[in-house]
């Protein structure tokens, strides 16, 4: 039972390269979610998705985009990367409206250089 | 003010020791509340949820909250170097929305022998 699935595990890109953080999860959840972690600012939200074919922004959306591309998957496209954007990203995923916590991936490690 | 606030430690114990980490939130009519346990380079792992006033345990680990003081607590009885980590805190409700949650910066706990 896999849970969730991030890929990839780590990468480093140039300045204004693009490239799309995939996401999968198993446990038939309804919604889904991007966050970023960067030191001292904790979990910040960048776009979730409540249900199948509904996405939403969040807290830092601007420079990112999401595809909601089934009930199981949803990608984040970094369209032309920023240094500002090299983070720690985590796909959740919740069964109901979060009302019961989210399950997180492993994470990627994203550095822009 | 921020939406869920933590002191970011670290709150170094000893190695049995009770260790007593705090959370308050801003959002009168939060309904769910949740901590996080997240080891270094790894991902947020949910330990405990909590719905309404008072305790809840679970081994030894203890959730308490207090929605009058709009206060949530995390305590763990004989702390073990195991322990030593960063606690998330997460709320969901009415201004973030019902479906996502808002994290805290998290308190990093150093357990010593």
């Known amino acids: 039972n896999a849970g969730v699935t991030q890929t990839p595990k780590f990468q480093v890109l140039k300045t204004g390269q693009s490239m799309t953080l995939q996401c999968a999860q198993d446990?038939?959840?309804?919604?889904m979610y991007w966050y970023r972690q960067d030191p001292g600012m904790g979990l910040r939200l960048i776009y979730y998705s409540a249900s199948e074919g509904t996405t939403d922004k969040g807290e830092v959306p601007n420079g990112y985009n999401v595809s909601r591309l089934n009930k199981r998957e949803f990608s984040l496209r970094l369209e032309s990367a920023a240094p500002s954007q090299t983070s720690v990203y985590f796909c959740?995923?919740?069964?109901?409206?979060?009302?019961?916590?989210?399950?997180f991936g492993s994470g990627t490690r994203l550095t822009v250089v | 003010q921020k939406e869920v606030e933590q002191n970011s430690g670290p709150l170094s114990v000893p190695e049995g020791a009770i260790a007593s980490l705090n959370c308050t939130y801003s959002d009168r009519g939060s309904q769910s509340f949740f901590w996080y346990r997240q080891y270094s380079g790894k991902s947020p792992e949910l330990i405990m949820s909590i719905y309404s006033n008072g305790d809840k345990e679970d081994g030894r680990f203890t959730a308490q909250l207090n929605k009058a003081s709009q206060y949530v607590s995390l305590l763990i009885r004989d702390s073990q170097p195991s322990d030593s980590a960063t606690y998330l805190c997460a709320v969901n409700g009415p201004s973030g929305g019902y479906n996502k949650l808002i994290f805290g910066a998290g308190t990093r706990l150093a357990v010593h022998p």
């Open positions: 446990m038939n959840h309804n919604s």
């Open positions: 959740a995923s919740s069964e109901v409206e979060a009302n019961y916590g989210y399950t």
